[in-house]
């Protein structure tokens, strides 16, 4: 069984995933979403059905000092289509501060092409919002 980290966003959706044991944490995909949830249920279907998935762990967009920001009420309707459609898996939360930054810095050291980060960026702030869950 393992654990599906998301990194919720209103263009893109960041995923990763745990190995089986949920030891660690490695990108899966980025999701197109635009706008429309339809799509990203869609593909999150498919990975529930591959991966046995028994956990999900999204990612909460607080702001610096801790207070909830304006995508937090997005993420939250988000949340409430994952439980209502995945009602027999646990769905947690994390703070996803700086998760962002990291992906920007990982992907300058890694030296990846500018035009390559875009689609890459949620999939790395998926991968840091799930080894958040995993060392806590």
Known sequence: MRILGIDYGDT????????????TAQGLETIINNGNDKSVLARLDDIMKEYE???????????MDGSKSERIEKTEKFIH?????????KIETVDERLTTVQAHKTMNELRI????????????SAVYILETYINK
């Open 53 to 63: 998935i028994s956990i999900i762990v999204v990612g909460m967009p607080l702001n």
């Open 12 to 23: 893109r959706v960041g995923t990763a995933i745990t190995d089986e044991l949920g030891i």
């Open 81 to 89: 289509k994952l439980k209502c459609k995945y009602n027999k898996v």
């Open 113 to 124: 092409k500018p035009k390559n980060k875009k689609n890459l960026v949620d999939t790395i």
